[in-house]
């Protein structure tokens, strides 16, 4: 068995209806405590403890991304394009991209992350198919005959095996060329969130209070959702609501530090005492990409920003 840790988004996408008018640098440090010193939490029984675990954003950008399913959508495409700019803007590395087809076989880079495109329901038997070839390719030791289902219209996972780590991302997409506003806001949200976590490794974090409004596009405020089809409008509202549309300038912020903190885990304190030094410095380069005309499609500039 493995140890395992799971990146999955239940609540997911994004309003302006609630942002905060400013933030200050406890704010900021509060906030990246919350989501990134983290304790590993893991569901399998029986699981390996000798299988090594690292955590660190730069290990996945490293790797390849491998599209699977669906082809991307254009609105996909644009979302795709500017985050793997936002990576190499952030990390200093490339972000390969390449389209396997329908099955992950095609994806034949030394390290990989899946992402599975679709647009009608979820491919439950297609999950399944990508977490067993992860499972074989990186000794993950996933039980055999164990079938996967979605529990959202996106998630994403990171398990750690024996020959490296695999991640999965599983994404709804836009199956029409033209896009009511509410469509775009749901679609453009959900890849994002699901990209910038499997990257960072961020968690989500809870709040309660909605006036407070939104410094992060891992905040999550608890929502009721509608018992109706995840392409329903009332249920796409009621995701829309629980936290920002896009990259807010925590979030840019937290990508530069990923990227530049010379720390062997982003889980370790030496992470935070990194951004508590360098606080000034990482401000600086985050309001600079939030206004990066390049990043546009991924950002929300209706999140605060530090005093």
């Not at 992860?134 to 398990?159: I, N």
Request: proline share 7%; net charge negative; hydrophobic share 40%.
């Amino acid at each position: 068995m493995i140890y395992r840790l799971l990146l999955t988004c239940l609540a997911l996408i994004c309003a302006k209806t609630s942002v905060a008018e400013s933030a200050s640098k406890a704010d900021y440090l509060e906030l990246a405590r919350r989501g990134w010193n983290y304790e590993l939490r893991n569901t399998m029984v029986g699981r390996d403890l000798s299988i090594p675990v690292h955590i660190h954003g730069k290990d996945i950008a490293e790797a390849t991304l491998c599209i699977v399913g669906e082809a991307p959508h254009p609105k996909t495409r644009l979302v795709l394009d500017a985050f793997g700019a936002l990576i190499e803007h952030s990390f200093g590395l490339p972000l390969r991209m390449i389209y396997g087809g329908a099955r992950p076989a095609g994806c034949d880079a030394a390290r990989v992350a899946i992402l599975r495109l679709y647009s009608d329901g979820p491919p439950n038997g297609a999950l399944s198919e990508d977490l067993h070839w992860l499972s074989d390719r990186f000794e993950l030791g996933l039980p055999a005959e164990r079938q996967f289902f979605a529990s959202s219209p996106a998630m994403a996972q990171t398990f750690f095996g024996r020959k490296g780590q695999g991640t999965h991302i599983m994404v709804q997409q836009p199956s029409f060329e033209t896009l009511s506003a509410l469509e775009a806001a749901f679609y453009k949200s959900i890849l994002v969130e699901e990209l910038f976590q499997s990257f960072t490794f961020g968690m989500d974090v809870l709040i309660f209070d909605r006036s407070a409004g939104f410094l992060s596009k891992l905040q999550e405020m608890p929502t009721n959702l509608p018992r109706r089809p995840w392409t329903s409008r009332s249920f796409r509202r009621a995701l829309l609501s629980s936290n920002p549309g896009g990259l807010c300038t925590f979030d840019l912020f937290m990508l530069h530090a990923v990227g530049r903190a010379p720390v062997e885990q982003t889980v370790h304190p030496a992470f935070l005492t990194y951004i508590d030094g360098e606080f000034d410095a990482l401000t600086d380069l985050a309001q600079t990409t939030m206004n990066d005309p390049r990043f546009a499609p991924l950002v929300d500039p209706h999140c605060a920003s530090p005093d």
